[in-house]
């Protein structure tokens, strides 16, 4: 506790050893020895001083953006580059600021973002991240190398858990056009929120990258149907057979059908959000009680095993509600074609209609109280 508690304060500020001497005396443990001063300054210049990670990145920290989500909490975001950031080879300052707080909102409207998730109580209002642009794709593709045993497989970007009370690190290579940097910064951050709403813990690829790439392309106007459309794209218009969730998390059939996480999972998502099934905050609820309460994944477990049985007694409802969004859309191309002037206007009339997703009326200034039992059922809005 006494080691955490310093660790945090080191991370924005100085103190001097008469201020961690009072840390020491005010929890009554007597004084640090020589060897813990040592092992404690050696920590904080491993994990905490900017110079550490530009001298593992190549890359110099710029600025920090701070978003004032709510009156409760704000969040702190760290920007690296090899280029200031008003540079014209980089998004700007107010360009990434504005892409950070639009995912933020749709975060929150979506899945509702709650203040109970900072990693130390002692700061608790404060959430810690980094950004890392790289300009050069080819120190990117250095650095990824570096950490990835596997080797360069993630072209555009990356987002991985950090230590301490910083929440997550994020990679991005900017050498693409603006767009493309923008969406990838969203990307990423939206990992980096998923970090945060479980406390810092892992969840299976599929709904990682589907979380992304549905929060994403709300902010880009998508709606289910252009999701089910990229997922139909991607298997080559074929939808494999008993496409129900519990095959899609067998590794085995997800790989037989040559299934992939950024197409199928933000279907996924807009099935679950369609539904008002509160799906996610129930996934975050359970990993959370499960590290919680070193639980081995129990309550992940059976409100998977829950979600499982209501899809049998559906008759497989994902892939009914596939196979209906592509009838749908199937006539409503037919209907443009018939009516081409008022193409336009029906695209933004499905976006403002029930094809409009995530209805639900979430609030982070008044969380929901959350109890494991209703980890097993559906929520009301």
Known sequence: MLYKEISKNLV?????IKDIVNIYSKHLISEPTNTEFKKLLKKQDEKIQPYIYETKTGLKFQKKISIHFNS?????????SGKEIYSDDLPNENEIRKSLTDVLILFDKTFGLKTDNIPFKGDANQANFRLFLFEDA????????????NGFTNHVGFAQGAELSYISNMYVNTEKTLNDSLSTIKHEFVHA????????????????????????????????????????????GKVPKDLSLKNIMNPEYF?????????????????FEGKNLYFIENLFDAIKYDKKNSTSGHYFNQMMKNIYKEEENNNNGFQKWVDLKL???????????DNQPNLLKQVWAGFYSEERISTKNHSSYYPQKQYPSELYSNRQP
């Open 193 to 236: 929120l998923t970090f945060y709403a479980t406390g810092k813990m892992g969840i299976k690829n599929v709904f990682l990258e589907g979380i992304a790439m549905y929060i994403v392309g709300l902010s880009e106007r998508k709606t289910s149907t252009d999701f089910v459309s990229s997922f139909i794209h991607s298997v080559k």
């Open 138 to 149: 080819q120190k990117y593709k250095e650095f990824f190398n570096r950490h990835e045993k």
């Open 72 to 80: 409760k909490l704000v969040f702190n975001i760290d920007i690296f």
């Open 12 to 16: 924005h500020t100085s103190m001097s």
């Open 255 to 271: 790989k037989e059908n040559q299934l992939n996480s950024y197409t199928i999972g933000p279907a996924l998502i807009a099935y």
């Open 327 to 337: 009838e749908a859309n199937s006539k409503r191309q037919k209907r443009s074609l």
